[in-house]
């Protein structure tokens, strides 16, 4: 599974958009962007996941770019309750076994 | 239905002192992962199973060995506990069956702690 690279820490003002950025320049055709976010010291919650085509939930947005070296997930009003580490992966979706590496995340800080 | 259930939640040893958290899932998952995350860190994966009777190591596998004689059952095991390993441990379990959509079941995490 591609390495992902992501700033540690990020701050977002309250009902403002959370634009946060993930590098995987080694990400391989068959393999899918994953982003998942940890709330205090719970586990991590799935929030979204592409393979090309940009998507949207009633969570967030995720952004590939047409090379697929990078990703960005997009918080479009964020508030105090998202504040939290988010985790972006990659991975072949019809391998369910195997690694599933979380790396540093980045710690996103919403302020009033 | 109790989802991923992890035991203890909290414990204290001395150095040296062995110790074993397990990981039990009634939802007969057939992959199951066990973490740490240090403090403002990320989570790190020690070692997985991707079915009973099958184990491999993760990022950090190293004073630790697993476990998972039955499909429900994950243990991880400290032999020779030391401050280093102090930490949360999480486990976590994935559906089997069809494409990976990004769903995760986690526990609620074991905090140790090693004097």
């Known amino acids: 599974d591609a390495k992902t690279t992501q700033p540690p820490s990020m701050d977002c003002a309250e009902g403002r958009a959370a634009n946060l950025p993930c590098n995987h320049s080694?990400?391989?055709?068959?393999?899918?962007v994953y982003w998942y976010r940890q709330i205090h010291s719970q586990g991590p919650q799935y929030i979204i996941h592409?393979?090309?085509n940009n998507e949207t939930n009633e969570m967030a947005s995720l952004i590939i770019t047409e090379d697929r070296k990078s990703s960005t997930l997009i918080l479009p009003h964020a508030t105090l309750r998202d504040t939290a580490v988010y985790y972006c992966?990659?991975?072949?979706?019809?391998?369910?076994?195997?690694?599933?590496?979380f790396g540093q995340g980045t710690e996103l800080s919403v302020k009033p | 239905n109790a989802g991923v259930t992890q035991t203890p939640k909290f414990r204290v040893l001395k150095t040296g002192q062995s110790m074993t958290l397990l990981c039990a899932q009634d939802?007969?998952?057939?992959?199951m992962y066990w973490y740490r995350q240090d403090p403002g860190m990320g989570l790190r994966l020690i070692h997985y199973?991707?079915?009973?009777?099958?184990?491999a190591k993760g990022e950090v596998p190293d004073g630790y060995n697993v476990s998972r004689l039955k499909k429900q059952n994950f243990l991880l095991g400290l032999e020779s506990a030391a401050p280093s390993q102090t930490s949360v441990y999480f486990c976590?379990?994935?559906?089997?069956?069809?494409?990976?959509?990004?769903?995760?079941?986690f526990g609620e995490g074991s905090r140790l702690t090693v004097l």
């Open positions: 592409g393979l090309k």
């Open positions: 992966i990659v991975r072949v979706a019809n391998r369910k076994g195997g690694k599933l590496i």
């Open positions: 939802m007969n998952h057939e992959y």
């Open positions: 976590a379990s994935i559906p089997d069956g069809g494409p990976f959509t990004g769903e995760l079941f």
């Open positions: 080694t990400i391989s055709g068959n393999e899918y």
């Open positions: 199973s991707v079915g009973e009777g099958t184990t």
